[in-house]
């Protein structure tokens, strides 16, 4: 499991994810794709809008 499976998914859901959400999905640790949306914060290639506690990631639409 590497990033640009989570990128994949990011990009093909527009209402985005939580950290939970996309660890169920892809059957991987909630602490692997912290480190990948940490990562890709990082980077600026996603939005985070704040939904109580959860934090729902966003790919970037102008990102490739």
Do not use: P
């Not at 209402?15 to 600026?44: D, H, P």
């Amino acid at each position: 499991m590497n990033s640009e499976t989570v990128i994949k998914e990011l990009k093909m859901k527009k209402e985005g994810f939580t950290v939970s959400e996309l660890a169920s999905k892809l059957k991987i640790s909630r602490y692997k794709i912290s480190n990948i949306f940490a990562f890709l914060e990082g980077a600026e290639k996603v939005i985070i809008r704040k939904a109580g506690m959860a934090k729902i990631y966003y790919w970037k639409e102008n990102e490739k």
